[in-house]
């Protein structure tokens, strides 16, 4: 088992930038891939980037492809989203997900995960 918790949400203005941070305690972190989804006001929890365990693995939503660059460090078990060019419509409560894994895939799909954290607010001023 894992657990996972979120930081680094705040407010920020459309063009700013933030780096949300998900650090990681129990079973080895390197043994799980990660990925980060978002839910805004009103609507469903979607998908917003995906990373393999050894981190070489990467794949992104295409709201946020270019913009968006996640990253890992096994060693500090922690999980990184670095946002640039931030939108208004990126405003939502942003998750961490992981998922026990043997291969070096990662995954897209919210169903896919076993453990998510409690969530850090990201608001995006225009």
């Known amino acids: 088992q894992v657990q996972l918790v979120e930081s680094g949400g705040g407010l920020v203005q459309a063009g700013g930038s933030l780096r949300l941070s998900c650090a990681a305690s129990?079973?080895?972190?390197?043994?799980?891939?990660m990925g980060w989804f978002r839910q805004a006001p009103q609507k469903e929890r979607e998908f917003v980037a995906a990373?393999?365990?050894?981190?070489?693995?990467?794949y992104y939503a295409a709201s946020v492809k270019g913009r968006f660059t996640i990253s890992r460090d096994n060693a500090k078990n922690t999980l990184y989203l670095q946002m640039n060019s931030l939108k208004p419509e990126d405003t939502a409560v942003y998750y961490c997900?992981?998922?026990?894994?043997?291969?070096?895939?990662?995954?897209?799909?919210?169903?896919?995960?076993?453990?998510w954290g409690q969530g850090t607010q990201v608001t995006v001023s225009s």
């Open positions: 997900a992981a998922k026990y894994v043997s291969g070096t895939y990662y995954y897209p799909h919210e169903s896919d995960y076993d453990y």
């Open positions: 129990g079973r080895t972190f390197s043994s799980y891939a």
């Open positions: 990373i393999s365990r050894s981190g070489e693995g990467t």
